[in-house]
Nanobody
Framework: QEQLVESGGGSGQSGGSLRLSCAAF????????MGWFREAPGQAREGVAA???????DYADSVKGRFIISQESAGVVINLEVTRLTPEDTAMYYC????????????????????WGQGTQVTVSS
């Protein structure tokens, strides 16, 4: 019954910004760890950012200083503000969650998460 629904994707040009959101439905409580991942064409899914209930945040090196993850409504909604976009940011962005919480220093690994959304597409032109 648990469901994650992403929104906010779209097309933009280099240097632009987008705001992605993930809404959680059917979870009995806020999963200890929630995050954003992305999958570019022909590439493996990779972690972008993660946020824990205690406020800890992890970012991939490729997005540090450009992407900001946050939560609202006690974690029912998590957001990802993406700025200074580049064509390399083009990918399907997925929201993920796990009841158990990711292992320390492993929050950006796909294997740490049990629940996934369907994704929202971000396309960045030069």
């Amino acid at each position: 019954q648990e469901q994650l629904v992403e929104s906010g994707g779209g097309s933009g040009q280099s240097g632009g910004s987008l705001r992605l959101s993930c809404a959680a439905f059917g979870f009995p409580y806020r999963p200890p760890c929630m995050g954003w991942f992305r999958e570019a064409p022909g590439q493996a899914r990779e972690g972008v950012a993660a946020i824990y209930t205690n406020g800890r945040i992890d970012y991939a090196d490729s997005v540090k200083g450009r992407f900001i993850i946050s939560q609202e409504s006690a974690g029912v909604v998590i957001n990802l503000e993406v700025t200074r976009l580049t064509p390399e940011d083009t990918a399907m962005y997925y929201c993920a969650a796990d009841y158990g919480g990711a292992r320390f220093n492993h929050a950006l690994e796909v294997s740490e998460y049990s629940y996934w959304g369907q994704g929202t597409q971000v396309t960045v032109s030069s």
